[in-house]
């Protein structure tokens, strides 16, 4: 199958389309089980992997993660020039939103270099052992966030992992170019 053109796709994002949900869910609101976002995640992961394969499945994660790390900064977080408070509000909208508690180990801004950590994550805490780090979708969905707050193109990767047998995901962020 072609890959779609810019006139003929169906699916372009939009922070639209996630909906009026006060609307279109009074009774239910916006919160669900955690176990019905893995749900969808995995089954994703498990029909990708079975038709393109496992780097390119990682791959698409990691660009649907950077997609949606930009359109949040862009949708959710309120413009500051100042990294300090960068941090705090996404520290703050990612607890709110019950995505993951953000803490920063290390910020060089001066070489573009980070570690951050996310403990509860959306992604993974809680899941079994795998021997390998999961949260591919949070290294684009991390990438998304810093391009979009300094500009700077950004390589992102998860280093420690729940289902590597670490209790919080932790991840280098390095500028590239």
Avoid: H
């Amino acid at each position: 199958m072609p890959p779609s053109t810019d006139e003929n796709r169906k699916y372009r994002f939009s922070w639209d389309l996630l909906g009026n949900i006060s609307v279109g869910r009074p009774n239910l609101g916006a919160q669900t089980r955690l176990e019905v976002y893995r749900l969808m995640q995995f089954a994703f992961r498990d029909v990708m992997e079975q038709k393109l394969g496992t780097e390119q499945t990682d791959q698409l994660f990691y660009e649907a993660g950077y997609l949606a790390g930009a359109e949040f900064f862009k949708n959710v977080l309120p413009p500051t020039d100042d990294f300090s408070q960068f941090v705090a509000n996404l520290q703050a909208a990612l607890k709110d939103m019950g995505i993951g508690i953000l803490r920063v180990e290390k910020a060089d801004l001066e070489t573009g270099s980070l570690v951050v950590t996310v403990s509860e994550d959306l992604d993974c805490s809680g899941l079994p052992e795998l021997d390998f780090e999961i949260c591919i979708y949070d290294e684009g969905f991390i990438a998304g966030l810093l391009e979009s707050y300094t500009e700077a193109r950004f390589k992102v990767k998860e280093v420690d992992c729940w289902c590597t047998g670490d209790r919080t995901c932790r991840f280098t962020a390095e500028v590239i170019d």
